[in-house]
């Protein structure tokens, strides 16, 4: 008995864990993101020649991909 449940067990992971690792892989996901949009709003080149308009924009993105990330940590505390 204790065989086959480690034969059925093996390589699955409780709904917690999968849970845990699709929120890190969606965090390192937006960290990329957010890394990207900070050095392009933290290049004066960009801020210089675009549009406000375009500028505007990156800036309302990056805070609504910081509020996500921010979410998504929570829900990960939540879950350890």
């Known amino acids: 008995f204790v065989l086959i449940r480690r034969l059925l ?3 699955l ?3 917690s864990e999968k849970e845990r690792k699709r929120l890190e ?4 996901k937006l960290d ?3 890394q990207k949009l900070s050095s392009r ?5 960009f801020v210089d020649k675009a549009p406000a ?3 505007e924009k990156a800036k309302e993105e ?6 996500q990330a921010g979410k998504i940590q929570l829900s990960l505390r939540a879950i350890k």
């Open 13 to 15: 992971s409780t709904p």
């Open 41 to 45: 709003l933290n290049s004066a080149g």
């Open 9 to 11: 067990g093996f390589g």
């Open 25 to 28: 892989k969606q965090a390192e």
């Open 53 to 55: 308009s375009v500028v």
């Open 62 to 67: 990056l805070a609504q991909l910081e509020d």
């Open 32 to 34: 990329k993101e957010i």
